[in-house]
Structure formats: structure tokens, C-alpha cells
């Protein structure tokens, strides 16, 4: 214990001596650990963040949507010449009895006119089942009616994002808006949404019927739904809610025992386990970049400690000479490795929490710094030191101290 006490002395005190060394020497380490504390705190923040996102959509949520399947050898642009429909919605909610709402759902981008402001947005059709299934009330006035649904009505409401770039300050809530060629009533304005989860503004959207969106914007086919949006009755009945819907629909398109349906579903567990996968791949990809340096300050630090090994070959012979042993003078140098790596780590520590906080406050996440990621970093740091500190340690503990004594 008093030889490794006087080994961090001596450490110190050469440190001391040669600040802009030191400096140089711990700043690949520095490096590496604030990159470790950095980039752990972002994906942690990043999935925290676009799970709670998610999570706003409901538990019992799923989307459906379709794929194409091979037929005869080749792609079906609509699988096995079927498609979503209307008609396969409203089987869905008569008799797949695990369903609590469901709305269908077609989108394009379209520029929208207002006086002498215009804008690019998304319009989207759906029906007034919408707000239930992605829980999306009106911030002020009102959403279209079923009569309005069933006669086409140029009716719409707004994203806050849309009101915004059209409107301003003012009230859009009754007002006329060209969307295309066609004029259209704004009815009311949706409570903001945010960021989507995987990136976009959800508030840059207009709605409106979606018979009005067939007939008016995208001139699809009578029934024609891109995806359906369904809300199961809770979330314990979400798999179950799955196979009803998935028996019907491969029963309505006369799909064989065995072949491969022409629709997917994805549940809100599954769109949270894909992310996060992504999110734990990329985290691993970047800790390992980080660990790259810090092998590469590793290697700072042992060629600088070689340095100094060579330019204290006289003090090495003198501690020898007096009766200094081969373990304190290795000792002596591997602690000032170990040393200047601590260091390293404890300022890659700080600035990568300086990192986070900052971080956190322009991206409005709620961030920390994991304590099993600062304690796994000072302690490679710390082995990074003494894995790259022993050789020039070793080194200076087999000199002779009479060939050492000669050295000018």
C-alpha cells in the first residue's frame, strides 16, 4: 500500500511536470469515454422517447395493411388481386368481436391555399373513428358528420403545423381553404400531436372524409383503403384480436389453407420491439466505435510512457542504486498509466455529461447518464491503463542500474 500511495505521488508530480503531454497523452481516453456516456444517454433518450410516443397510440393498437404475395411465380401488385376495402372494415367490426374501433385510412401529399398563403401537407381520409383509434380530439370546433361522410362533403380539420403556415395567429375555423383544385370548410383544429416516432411533424396533416378523399384527391377505386387503424378492446385481447382478424380477412379474400395472406398485421408490441432492436444495434455499433479510441488512447498512453521510461533512465538507475526493487519501479510507472488514463476517463466523464444535459435540453427528451455506463467506462479506462502501461513499466523495471547510471 505505501509503494502504490508513493507510485500515484511520483504519477502526480511527473503529470505536473509535463501538463501538455499528460494532456495529449489521456485525450484519445477522454475521448472514448465521453463518447460511451454521450451515445448511451442519446439511445436510452431516443427510445425512451419514441416509446412514449408509441405508447400514446394505446397498448390494444394495430395497424393493417397490405403485401404483396407471390402468385404463379410472380408479384401481385395487390397480393392475390385483392385489396383492402371498406366492405373488409366493416366485416371486421361486425363480427371480429375482440374489436373496439377501427378506421380506415388513405394519404397523399397535396399543396393547400389559403388567401395568399399556401403550403405543402399531408391530406389524409379517414372517418370520424379516427380520434378513437389513434386518440386524436380536437383542440377547438368540431369534427364532420355521418351525413357528411356519406355525401362526400369538402369538409376538413387541421393539424396545429398546417393552421400555422396557412392562418398564423388567426382562428382557420370556418374559414375556406383550396386543398388541390377543390374548396373545403375547415370544421375544427386537432390537439397537437408532436414528433412521429420515427421522425416527421404529425401536426402537418389535414383530414378529412375519406369518401371525399377518393372521390376529390387521390381517385381511387369505390372502397379502396390503404391501411386500417383498429383499436382492440384491451390489451391483454390484442392476439386474439389479431387471429379474428386475420381468419376473416383470409376468408373474405379466399385465401388457401397454407398460402400466404395478402395482408400483414402489425401490432404496437411489435412496431416497439423492431425499434428497439434498431436502437440497441446502433448503440452497439457506436460503443464500439468508441471503444476504438479508446485503444487508441491506450496507445497514446503507452508510447508517451515510453518516452518517459527513456528520458528518466538516470532517476530509474538512482532508485535502483539506493535499493528501489524491480516490483516499485514498475509499480512507479504502471500507476502513472493507470493514472493518466483515470484521468482521461473522470474528464470524458464530466464533458459527456455536460453532453447529455445539453443535449437533452434542445431535444426536449428526458436524458441521464447511466451509472452502469460511467462505472463501466472508468473501469476500462482504468484497465486501459494498465494493459497498455505494463510493457514500458516492465521495461523500465529490467534495466541495469549501472547501464542506467552511464545514461546522460
Known sequence: MRSLLGGIRLALRAIRRNILRATLTVLGILIGVMSVVAITALGAGARDSVGSQLQALGSNFMIVFPQSTAVSGAQGAQGSGKRLTEEDGRAILREATEVKALTPWLEASVQVVAGDNNASTE???????????????????????DHDEATKSKVCVLG????????????????????????????????????????????DVLIMPI????????????????VFFISATSADMTDRAVKQITDLLRQRHNIAEGAQSDFKIQTLKQIQDMQGRVYDLLTLILVIIAGISLIVGGIGVMN???????????????????????ADIRTQFLVEAVVM???????????????????AQILEWKMSVDPAALAVSLTVSGLTGIAFGFFPARAASKMDPIVALHRE
Open 341 to 359: 488514463a483515470v484521468i482521461g476517463g473522470l474528464l470524458g466523464a464530466f464533458l459527456g455529461t455536460v453532453i447529455v444535459a445539453v443535449t
Open 123 to 145: 391530406a389524409d381520409g379517414a372517418t370520424a373513428a379516427f380520434q378513437e383509434v389513434r386518440d386524436w380530439p380536437l383542440a377547438r370546433g368540431e369534427l364532420w358528420t
Open 304 to 326: 508517451i510512457m515510453l518516452v518517459s521510461v527513456t528520458e528518466r533512465t538516470r532517476e530509474i538507475g538512482i532508485r535502483m542504486a539506493i535499493g528501489a526493487r524491480e
Open 211 to 226: 369518401g371525399t378523399m377518393r372521390s376529390l384527391i387521390l381517385k381511387t377505386p369505390p372502397g379502396f383503403v390503404g
Open 160 to 203: 396545429q403545423t398546417v393552421v400555422t403556415k396557412l392562418f398564423g395567429s388567426a382562428d382557420p375555423i370556418g374559414q375556406t381553404i383550396r386543398v388541390g383544385n377543390h374548396p373545403f370548410h375547415v370544421l375544427g383544429v386537432l390537439k397537437s400531436k408532436g414528433q412521429a416516432p420515427l421522425g416527421g411533424d404529425l401536426d
